[in-house]
């Protein structure tokens, strides 16, 4: 198989090397000290005490690499406008495009069921450009149960966790996706098939909504946050407006917030992906964790204060910083 991976980061470095050791045709867009990194030392992965290499095509330009059979997508939200605009030359008819993102993608209501099909989302792709570049009848979501880190341009080191969780963007499953959770469990992934993706991606957004942007904020880790009782308390507050959102959807979320404090507290003293932007200088990701939660409140008819007041900060705190 022919794979890209766009985005060479913590989460596209971890699957490319897994693919590539697999035996695949790996390529990689990347940039700047990433782009060089790679092209002379191969994209590298610490895993288990030792570092795997492997050689890969790099490249800044899509067209250098030319129609892929799996496109994988894991870049933050704030860089797919770009992605949308240089993607073509990736894509041909039988191209799959795997998004392995946070938060809420641009194709999340097509499978919300008919109520929802062909709205967009405009505080993920305010102008339908992403839409338009990337066909949702090619694209399979992904959910990332990982924890991985960019140890130096090239470099990743994985942590813990080996779950890929995979289903079709417009929410049904079929022979492409169960093929490609083959593909992937061949690699080295516990990779599983999703009859409807926006469930694993609202679920996994229901505590990341919360703890990244509050991290960003406030510089602490996963476990300080929720050791304030203030802060645990705002933080319930927001996961109930999106449980909320989310039973209107279609998707409700049986648990309670204080259940999913529980399993976050013991991951310990984790330091989220968001805090790591912030500290490194780069663009948050806002958007795709929180203001499209408030926009899929309007979509439904939920008051989302809390919500709101998170945004609000977050993005003052972003805008500040100039990293939104």
């Known amino acids: 198989m022919k794979a890209a991976i766009y985005g060479a980061g913590a989460i596209g470095g971890w699957i490319g090397v897994k693919l590539a050791q697999a035996g695949h045709e790996v390529g990689v867009i990347a940039r700047g000290a990433t782009l060089a990194a790679v092209r002379e030392h191969g994209l590298r992965l610490i895993e288990g005490g030792s570092t795997h290499t492997v050689e890969v095509q790099a490249d800044e330009h899509p067209a250098a690499l030319g129609v892929q059979d799996l496109v994988v997508i894991a870049v933050k939200g704030p860089a797919m406008a770009s992605v949308a605009a240089q993607i073509a030359p990736l894509l ?39 839409a338009a570049a990337i066909p949702t009848e090619q694209t399979v979501g992904c959910v990332v149960h990982a924890s991985c880190l960019v140890e130096a341009p090239g470099v990743i080191r994985h942590h813990q966790g080996n779950g890929l969780i995979i289903g079709e963007a417009a929410g049904r499953s079929g022979e492409r996706v169960n093929a490609l959770a083959g593909t992937l469990a061949a690699a080295g992934f516990n990779a599983s098939v999703s009859e409807q993706i926006q469930r694993d991606v609202w679920y996994k957004l229901w505590g990341n909504m919360t703890m990244n942007p509050i991290s960003a ?11 304030d009782e203030l802060v645990r308390g705002f933080v319930t ?23 999913r404090h529980a399993v976050t ?10 805090l790591q932007d912030v500290q ?8 795709a964790l929180v203001s499209a939660v408030r926009e899929l409140g309007q ?19 972003a805008r500040t910083l100039g990293l939104y």
């Not at 979509?299 to 977050?314: H, M, N, R, S």
Request: charged share 20%.
């Open 217 to 227: 904020i406030t510089g602490a880790t996963t476990d300080r946050i929720l050791s």
């Open 92 to 130: 041909g008819p039988q191209t799959i495009v795997l998004t392995a993102m946070n938060g809420v993608p641009w194709w999340f209501c097509e499978g919300l069921g008919s109520a929802f099909t062909g709205k967009r989302l405009k505080s993920i792709d305010p102008d339908g450009a992403i």
């Open 299 to 317: 979509l439904t008819g939920v008051d989302t204060p809390y919500t709101d007041a998170l945004l609000g900060l977050a993005r003052l705190h």
């Open 265 to 274: 507290l013991k991951l310990g003293a984790m330091k989220t992906s968001m």
């Open 237 to 259: 507050s927001i996961m109930l407006e999106a449980k909320e959102i989310g039973a209107r959807f279609g998707i409700p979320i049986d648990q309670h917030p204080e259940d």
């Open 280 to 287: 490194a200088g780069k663009a948050v990701e806002l958007d």
